[in-house]
């Protein structure tokens, strides 16, 4: 197989398994392992730890466990984390001669955006030829990672996926811990001691929204879960994630996913 000017040889896939609802006391440290891991959160949480610091990862994010990572992980216990796990060695990328995909002092998180549906359809690309093991399908998964792999460089290179800064962790954090509150920018930038102009510029740089449109976002998602796991009305449920006019709440709601809550409980159930 033709070698691309990224890949320097072949990566080896070891094995692909999914986390779920399941098993929701999953917990993993990766500290004596010689391969790469890559965690594709599809739904709910998880909360890691990175050389002492914590970072949480939720609904399209990818978590990179580097071999002998100083990094572990859990799963959410009120809202289990659900994703895909695959594994794999004999990494080495052009141009870094550790072979691995982050700097080893970045926090190894990337925040999906655009290509969200491309990374999860990949994912389930390989756990299917995995699960059914069609004649060559050990090709077509080598074929697959690698062009996870290659992506991900893509997106590492962009500004916009940058992994994220102690700064904007912070914010991110509180965000997702406090969204049921009305926050403003300047509320936000007080944390953090920095103005709010700074704030606004770098979050959107590192975390590829502006604060307050991420607190929309966790809002919205939080939305979603209730929806699908609770008999809340689309009123209670707006009141409880922050917003007291229902209607606004419908209006943002399918502006975000596309249907009204109402619409978005049917198809989920």
């Known amino acids: 197989m033709e070698k691309s000017s990224i890949l320097l040889n072949t990566p080896r896939f070891f094995t692909i ?21 890559i965690i594709y959160i599809q739904q709910g949480c998880g909360e890691f730890i990175f050389e002492e610091k914590p970072f949480m990862g939720q609904e399209g994010d990818l978590i990179i466990f580097h071999p002998f990572s100083p990094i572990e992980g859990k799963s959410c216990i009120d809202d289990p984390l659900k994703g895909i796990s695959i594994c794999f060695s004999n990494l080495h990328i052009n141009g870094n001669d550790k072979g ?13 955006l655009e290509e969200k549906n491309e990374i999860h359809n990949y994912f389930h690309a390989i ?9 060559g ?8 990672l690698q062009a996870v792999i290659i992506k991900i460089t893509r997106l590492l290179k962009n500004t916009n996926h940058h ?10 954090k509180y965000i997702e811990e406090n969204f049921r509150q009305e926050l ?6 007080n944390i953090v001691y920095v103005s709010p102009y700074h704030l606004s510029h770098v979050f959107k740089d590192e975390v590829g929204l502006p604060p307050i449109q991420y607190l929309i976002h966790c809002r919205i998602e939080e939305a979603k879960r209730l929806l699908k796991h609770s008999n809340l009305s689309v009123r209670e449920i707006a009141s409880i994630i922050g917003y007291e006019n229902p209607n606004y709440f419908n ?12 619409k978005f409980r049917r198809m989920k159930t």
Not at 19 to 36: A, G
Not at 163 to 172: A, D, G, R, T, Y
Not at 184 to 189: E, F, K, P, R, S
């Open 184 to 189: 403003t920018l300047n509320d936000l930038a």
């Open 251 to 262: 209006l943002l709601f399918k502006k975000m996913t596309g249907s009204p809550p109402g």
């Open 100 to 112: 691995w995909l982050t700097d080893p002092t970045d926090f190894p998180i990337i925040h999906l």
């Open 17 to 37: 398994r999914e986390i779920n609802e399941n098993s929701p006391n999953w917990f993993k440290q990766h500290s004596d392992n010689d391969y790469t891991e």
């Open 127 to 135: 756990l299917r030829e995995y699960d059914l093991k069609h004649s």
């Open 163 to 172: 992994s994220v800064s102690p700064v904007c962790l912070e914010v991110k």
């Open 137 to 144: 399908y050990q090709y077509v998964i080598s074929s697959i």
